[in-house]
C-alpha cells in the first residue's frame, strides 16, 4: 500500500508507484466513469486510482486480439458493469492482462476471463461510490428525481 493523496489536473505523482500497474497512491481529482475506455482515451495511472478508491477494479491491458479485447468488454459490459473499467496500458508486456483492486494486483500472460471473473468477484464492492454521485438514501417507494 502506498500513500497518495489527490492530483489537480494533469499532475504528475512526486514518486513512482509502488507497482505496475498502480494499486494505490497518488490519485486523480474528480469523477470518472467507471466505464470501458478506448486506446484514444485510455486512463492515465492517477486516473486508474481513482477508479480503484472507489471500490471498483481496473482491468489493463496490452497489444491484445481485437477478438480479445472484445470478449473481455462484452464480458465486463453484460456481467460486471459500473464494477469494473478496462483500459489499455503500455507498461505491461504484449498481450498481458493485469486486474488491480486497492492494494492488490492479479497479473496474467494473456486473457484469461475466468481469473477476471474470480478477481471481480473477490474485490470489487457490489456498488462503488463514484465522487459526484447522488448517494442520498430514499425510500423504497418515493418517485424518482426528476432528471429535467
Known amino acids: 500500500m502506498q500513500f497518495g493523496s489527490h492530483l489537480l489536473g494533469d499532475a504528475k505523482p512526486p514518486v513512482p508507484y509502488s507497482s505496475v500497474p498502480p494499486s494505490s497512491g497518488w490519485h486523480a481529482s474528480g469523477a470518472l466513469d467507471i466505464a470501458i475506455y478506448p486506446p484514444s482515451n485510455a486512463l492515465s495511472e492517477p486516473q486508474?486510482?481513482?477508479?480503484?478508491?472507489?471500490?471498483?477494479?481496473?482491468i489493463t491491458y496490452d497489444e491484445l486480439a481485437?477478438?480479445?479485447?472484445q470478449s473481455l468488454t462484452d464480458r465486463i459490459e453484460s456481467a460486471h458493469a459500473g464494477q469494473a473499467a478496462v483500459t489499455p496500458y503500455e507498461r505491461l508486456d504484449d498481450?498481458?492482462?493485469?486486474?488491480?483492486?486497492?492494494?492488490v494486483v492479479q497479473r496474467c500472460d494473456d486473457l484469461d476471463l475466468s481469473a477476471i471473473e474470480t478477481?471481480?468477484?473477490a474485490y470489487a464492492v457490489e456498488d462503488p461510490f463514484v465522487p459526484g454521485t447522488d448517494r442520498t438514501p430514499r425510500p423504497p417507494d418515493?418517485?424518482?428525481a426528476d432528471q429535467t
Request: no cysteine; charged share 20%; glycine share 6%.
Open 66 to 69: 481485437e477478438d480479445d479485447v
Open 95 to 103: 498481450s498481458a492482462v493485469a486486474m488491480t483492486a486497492w492494494g
Open 48 to 58: 486508474q486510482v481513482s477508479i480503484l478508491e472507489s471500490g471498483a477494479v481496473v
Open 142 to 144: 418515493a418517485p424518482e
Open 119 to 121: 478477481f471481480i468477484e
